[in-house]
T-cell receptor, first 114, second 109 residues
Framework: DSGVTQTPKHLITATGQRVTLRCSPRSGDLSVYWYQQSLDQGLQFLIQYYNGEERAKGNILERFSAQQFPDLHSELNLSSLELGDSALYFC?????????????FGEGSRLTVL | GQNIDQPTEMTATEGAIVQINCTYQTSGFNGLFWYQQHAGEAPTFLSYNVLDGLEEKGRFSSFLSRSKGYSYLLLKELQMKDSASYLCAVANTGNQFYFGTGTSLTVIP
């Protein structure tokens, strides 16, 4: 158990819909990252937050948005969903400034768009 | 930007040694990480290198050459449970982590 919690674990929805994925980082971790992993693809960096502020954006579509709340949990909002958005969405957290600063991943949210 | 390359697939025999290579290009380097990921599961941290040289951790070792933009993960005494995808990731000075597409390792009896 990494200590990172993601909900829901599975989600099935239709094209054009909107979903929200939720992430609670490990206790004490200020930095939250979102990644997308499509079938047979690597982990694509979407966005990073640090202590409530957006730190960096990766390959995040304009239809997607995220935020980190004062209690440090984060939400990833996916709208106008398309078939190609079907993927595993991972949240990860880290302690910036630690010796290794590795990422700890949640179990992921598997999104299926029909 | 970041560019991370690793082989797509490898096969090795139980009990043997396998080396998974990773080359990278990055603007600002703050560490190289190896993760293991079983199908449909979360990646789990294996090793970290920030200085040149070899880091050993039980059956797993990782090597880094910053001047060559090169790392490898060495797995010894392979076990069937080592069949998984191995992800090479580079952290930049902003603490963003970029991952390669992963090397799918199959361990055969």
């Amino acid at each position: 158990d990494s200590g990172v919690t993601q909900t829901p674990k599975h989600l099935i929805t239709a094209t054009g819909q909107r979903v929200t994925l939720r992430c609670s980082p490990r206790s004490g971790d200020l930095s939250v990252y979102w990644y997308q992993q499509s079938l047979d693809q690597g982990l694509q960096f979407l966005i990073q937050y640090y202590n409530g502020e957006e730190r960096a954006k990766g390959n995040i579509l304009e239809r997607f948005s995220a935020q980190q709340f004062p209690d440090l949990h984060s939400e990833l909002n996916l709208s106008s969903l398309e078939l190609g958005d079907s993927a595993l969405y991972f949240c990860a957290s880290s302690v910036v400034g630690s010796d290794t600063g590795e990422l700890f991943f949640g179990e992921g949210s598997r999104l299926t768009v029909l | 930007g970041q560019n991370i390359d690793q082989p797509t697939e490898m096969t090795a025999t139980e009990g043997a040694i396998v080396q998974i290579n990773c080359t990278y290009q990055t603007s600002g380097f703050n560490g190289l990480f190896w993760y293991q990921q079983h199908a449909g599961e979360a990646p789990t941290f294996l090793s970290y290198n920030v200085l040149d040289g070899l880091e050993e951790k039980g059956r797993f070792s990782s090597f880094l050459s910053r001047s060559k933009g090169y790392s490898y993960l060495l797995l010894k005494e392979l076990q069937m449970k080592d069949s998984a995808s191995y992800l090479c990731a580079v952290a930049n000075t902003g603490n963003q982590f970029y991952f390669g597409t992963g090397t799918s390792l199959t361990v055969i009896p």
